[in-house]
């Protein structure tokens, strides 16, 4: 039977419970067999992140050691450089043939998916599963990813077995108000943030003393 691995790529400084609700929520609408978290080494279209890259690595193994579904994925981290989410698929592509590979993008980013390296050949890559949180409105996306939505655009998660790469879910999970910034400056305040991201993520932002200076 065909894997249907879930990918799931982000700065995670730090890791918090709204990526790991997001990746649980696509796990079950999507029908992923695994998902793997991809901390990024260096976000290109973003500030660099606080922690190292190997910190946010750490972050991802500890939030995900409790559960077989959820995997830390270090090919980003490994490459080092900018972390091009084209490069990744080729080379997750290339060590797993066969499967089929399903890239998680909050609605947000994938209404920035033109600003991206070489995005034309991210559905020749992967399947894209389109995560919305409820409200959230794609009035102003741009005509070209919305003709894209339509053209490779699939209705149930069977699809994505079916074929390897080139089809687009959209689905709608419920919202959690939480973000890494927020995390981040909480701590900078001094404020608990018990509950917004798994206990022994926070036991690690303790002992590296991570994020206590306002950015
Ligand atoms: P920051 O606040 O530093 O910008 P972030 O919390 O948005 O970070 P990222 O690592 O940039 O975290 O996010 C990775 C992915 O997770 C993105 O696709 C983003 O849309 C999604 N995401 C982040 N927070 C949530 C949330 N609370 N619910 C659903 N998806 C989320």
Redesign the pocket.
Known sequence: MTRVIGL??????P?????L??ALECAAMAGLTQTHLIP?HL?PL?AA?VASAAQRLRMVELATAGDDSLRADTVEVARGGTSYTVDTLMALRSAAPTDSLCL??????FLKLRAWRRWEQILELAHLVI?A?PGQDDADMDPALRQLQERHGVTDAAALQRHAVGGILSIT?P??????????LSIAAGRSVRFLTPEPVIQFIQQEALYRNPA
Do not use: K, M, W, Y
Request: glycine share 12%; hydrophobic share 40%; charged share 20%.
């Open positions: 799931l790529g982000g700065t995670f400084d890791i918090h419970h709204g990526h609700r997001l990024a976000p973003r992140p998680i993008l909050g609605q947000d980013a995560a949180r999970i919202a959690l108000d939480i973000s890494a910034t927020r995390i981040r």
